[in-house]
């Protein structure tokens, strides 16, 4: 996952700098970090963040929520391999209430360290698909 982070970081970066674009970046393991003071600098990002082991995705995207100004101004991307740590239901729940709410939702399947070739729970991936979310790799 260290190479979805890295370029998570670099594109928040690039995307943070487009006039009338609001970005920000939250990163998780069984913790929720965000990293939204830090978009001005990737390499600061990489080199502040202290994450390792687990994934609480229902977590992040429940956490997400919170930052949602204008629901059907918002595009929501996730990064990750769906394969969620816990019960998969906090997820599900906040996909469902995103996708109500007319958020755009993109999932992005997370990069494996060694080619980075898409790793993806299809199971967790394909609820949110049907959810609503444009999961691709």
Known sequence: MTDSVIHSAVMA?????????????????????????????????????QMGGGT?????????EGLIEVPERTVFALITDFAEGGSPQALY???????????????LTALDDQGGRAFVDTQVAGQAA????????
């Open 56 to 64: 609480q995705i229902g977590r992040a995207t429940t956490y997400c």
């Open 13 to 49: 970066a690039i995307l943070s700098g487009l006039p009338g674009v609001q970005v920000k970046l939250v990163l998780f393991d069984t913790a929720v970090i965000d990293m939204s003071d830090t978009l001005g600098d990737p390499l600061e990002t990489l080199l502040t963040m």
């Open 130 to 137: 049907a959810l609503g979310m444009k999961v691709g790799a």
């Open 93 to 107: 729940a906040s996909l469902a209430r995103m996708a109500e709410q007319r958020v755009r939702l993109i999932g």
